[in-house]
């Protein structure tokens, strides 16, 4: 005899709490009355439904677990508002703390120090000279050019006593092309003069990092390396720090040829720095780069 499908009510015996009661007469499934309430199995009949007696709790434990889901959720609201309470006060606390220290700008990132491409040198000596003007006393970062190209040991004297922040070298040779080298430095004018010596490593890792077979870039950057070492007459400017009469001062010593400032929010490493040279008489553009280059 092949076997019966399963009937509705054993189908779903397991499952009668979940899918609610279903409607049987009276006696047709008595294996069901284990799902009909917490005490069905003792032989009393099936507790009267709400309609008969309003107001009785359901059968079993009902009523405590509405009391425990009332509370549950209560918790679960006081939670949510207490959390409500927490963001707001620490968003308050930002608030507060941003309105009382607020960022500091970095400043543009297109400042820049010294004469454009092909600007006539007539109109950056004024344009330089222009940046001087005003009556703020705070500090400001300001390039230095030189009229001639000076030896390490004279940088102290050509910083007018402010504080040096980068040196910047470049090897003087006639018809020949030779980097700029800009050395940041900390305060103190031993380590300004020193950095000779440094700008003459910064080129020996270039060269030694760049896979080349131009024999005239190794010359001239070998020959620029010695020279610096040898404490050559190659710086050609500065880059300082100090208030705009303090400046205007420097732009009056002898040997100074130009002094540009910044607005006084510029950053330091935020700005780019192109010194007037001394070769640079009429228009700022690169030289001559034909001549042979010196054994030394």
């Given at each position: 005899m092949p076997d019966r499908?399963?009937?509705?009510?054993?189908?779903?015996?397991?499952?009668?709490?979940?899918?609610?009661?279903?409607?049987?007469?009276?006696?047709?499934?008595?294996?069901?009355?284990?799902a009909r309430g917490g005490d069905a199995d003792d032989g009393r009949p099936e507790n009267p439904g709400p309609e008969k007696h309003p107001g009785r709790a359901a059968p079993g434990h009902a009523h405590d677990d509405v009391e425990d889901g009332g509370r549950g959720r209560r918790a679960r609201i006081a939670r949510a508002v207490l959390a409500g309470v927490l963001a707001a006060g620490v968003l308050a606390f930002l608030a507060v703390l941003g309105a009382l220290n607020p960022p500091r700008e970095l400043g543009v990132g297109t400042d820049r120090l010294g004469p454009d491409h092909a600007e006539p040198v007539a109109e950056y000596l004024v344009r330089a000279r222009d940046s001087l003007s005003g009556a703020d006393a705070d500090q400001h970062w300001a390039l230095v050019s030189f009229t001639e190209p000076v030896t390490p040991q004279s940088i102290p004297a050509h910083s007018g006593g402010l504080r040096i922040g980068q040196v910047l070298h470049r090897v003087p040779i006639p018809g020949v092309q030779t980097p700029l080298v800009a050395v940041p430095v900390p305060a103190?004018?031993?380590?300004?003069?020193?950095?000779?010596?440094?700008?003459?490593?910064?080129?020996?890792?270039?060269?030694?990092?760049?896979?080349?077979?131009?024999?005239?870039?190794?010359?001239?950057?070998?020959?620029?390396?010695?020279?610096?070492?040898e404490g050559c007459a190659c710086t050609v400017g500065l880059v300082v720090r100090g208030t705009l009469p303090e400046l205007r001062n420097l732009a009056s010593v002898d040997g100074i040829r130009a002094v540009e400032a910044l607005p006084a929010d510029a950053v330091a490493g935020h700005f780019a720095v192109s010194p007037l040279l001394p070769e640079h008489t009429e228009t700022v553009a690169p030289g001559a780069d034909d001549a042979p280059v010196p054994g030394n």
């Open positions: 499908p399963e009937s509705g009510a054993e189908r779903r015996e397991g499952d009668a709490a979940d899918d609610g009661p279903e409607n049987f007469a009276a006696g047709e499934h008595p294996e069901r009355d284990t103190g004018d031993a380590v300004a003069v020193a950095s000779a010596d440094a700008a003459a490593w910064q080129i020996q890792d270039q060269l030694e990092s760049t896979v080349t077979s131009d024999e005239r870039y190794t010359r001239i950057m070998t020959v620029a390396m010695s020279r610096l070492r």
